[in-house]
């Protein structure tokens, strides 16, 4: 079983200590080749970095996060440019709207949205995107650039069956995460994911974060890691009624596709 880990925070700082074991880890789960999430300015000059002393193992995303758009200029939107026009960049962001934190106010939210939108659609990248509690702004936004872009996928899908269908009408990706396994929050994902297309499947950890609820023994530190995708891919295969291999050939095949990998 080979898969591809489309999200993973692997510049977190609880990487640090163990950052070589964490891919071989990974390595001995099948999980051979992972797209690093660049979610602000220096994120993703360092998930840059990581991809280029990876090569064939780790590639990059980059852009910023709305957690931190107050952060975006000119500046940043001119380097972000620079980025993505780097083979070790295969998607434009972590970019979208969070109304749920509303860490950066929204109207900043959706301008420095609408700018990383340009930047994919002027260089024809596919879309790293994000996006809770704010269905009813994004998918206007991401409507107007769709046919502009190569490619999107709404990373850490966590939202309605209409809001899915909105997306995959759109001809969207989907990525699902270890918030399926999460009984508190989670559960709705699991009676609809099966009505996913097969090629529109992306599995991600978004580790450190989500680590699978279901994952036993869990881990006293609650650490997520490429290596649990594993683990998301047999449940995630549970709902939807089909063998675990499947659905890894299946999302390790789209995910390939997608980011050019």
């Known amino acids: 079983m080979q898969l591809i880990d489309i ?3 692997l510049t977190h700082e609880s990487f640090r200590h163990d950052f070589d074991e964490v891919l071989a880890r ?18 993703s000059e360092q998930a ?38 780097l083979p070790q960049v295969r998607a434009v962001g972590e970019t979208g709207l969070d109304y749920h934190r509303n ?6 939210q959706l301008e420095v949205f ?6 994919a659609a002027d260089l024809s990248m596919p879309l790293f995107l994000h996006q809770r509690d704010a269905h009813a702004d994004f998918l206007p936004l991401l409507k107007r650039y769709r046919d502009r872009v190569p490619a999107a996928v709404v ?12 997306y995959l009408d759109l001809g969207c990706h989907i990525g699902i995460t270890g918030w399926i396994c999460d009984e508190r929050r989670g559960t709705h994902l699991r009676e609809f994911v099966r009505e996913i297309p ?45 063998p675990a291999e499947v659905t890894a050939a299946d999302s390790t095949a789209a995910a390939a596709a997608l980011f050019g990998l």
Not at 26 to 41: D, K, P
Not at 74 to 83: H, N
Not at 212 to 218: I, S
Request: one cysteine or more; proline letters at 6%.
């Open 7 to 9: 999200g993973a925070n």
């Open 26 to 43: 990974a390595a001995a789960a099948g999980v051979t080749r992972m797209v690093v999430t660049g979610a602000s300015r220096e994120g």
């Open 48 to 85: 840059l970095e990581l991809a280029c002393a990876h090569p064939g193992v780790l590639w990059a995303t980059a852009g910023v996060h709305p957690h931190h758009a107050v952060d975006y200029d000119d500046d940043a939107d001119a380097r972000l440019r620079e980025l993505a026009r």
């Open 103 to 108: 860490y950066s106010p929204r109207e900043v």
């Open 114 to 119: 609408e700018r990383q939108l340009a930047i």
């Open 155 to 166: 990373h850490c899908f966590t939202d309605t069956r209409e809001a899915l269908h909105d």
């Open 198 to 242: 097969a090629g529109r499947l992306l599995l991600e950890t978004d580790a450190p974060y989500l680590l699978p609820r279901t994952v036993r023994p869990a881990p006293s530190h609650r650490r997520n890691e490429p290596m649990y995708l594993k683990h998301l891919c047999e449940e995630v295969a549970r709902d939807r009624g089909e």
